[in-house]
């Protein structure tokens, strides 16, 4: 089993930055990727960023500039630098990995770590 913790969400005022933090811990070999998605009120969930191992990350269109991700693939722990935050950032951000199993992958998700965005 695998059991991924996310810290670092909040309130934070428009033009302001929040870093969110995720750790996997837990029976696993290795991890081939890992991101974070969001679902806003009345949302679908929706991919943020993905950090592959050995590749590049990706974005959605409306945060690139304004996010980064990073993984520390030592310590299996992946983060969300958001600068330049907007109210429609407003979310709830889940952490998503995807754990090498036998014949393929498994997908893991955290609890989920709430960011508003408001003045």
């Known amino acids: 089993q695998v059991q991924l913790v996310e810290s670092g969400g909040g309130l934070v005022q428009p033009g302001g930055s929040l870093r969110l933090s995720c750790a996997a811990s837990?029976?696993?070999?290795?991890?081939?990727?890992m991101g974070w998605y969001r679902q806003g009120p009345g949302n679908q969930r929706e991919l943020v960023a993905a950090?592959?191992?050995?590749?590049?990350?990706n974005y959605a269109e409306s945060v690139k500039g304004r996010f980064t991700i990073s993984r520390d693939i030592a310590k299996n722990t992946v983060y969300l630098q958001m600068n330049s935050l907007k109210p429609e950032d407003t979310a709830v951000y889940y952490c998503?990995?995807?754990?090498?199993?036998?014949?393929?992958?498994?997908?893991?998700w955290g609890q989920g770590t709430r960011v508003t965005v408001s003045s």
């Open positions: 837990g029976s696993f070999s290795s991890i081939n990727v």
């Open positions: 998503n990995a995807a754990v090498v199993v036998v014949g393929g992958w498994r997908n893991y």
């Open positions: 950090s592959p191992s050995g590749g590049s990350p």
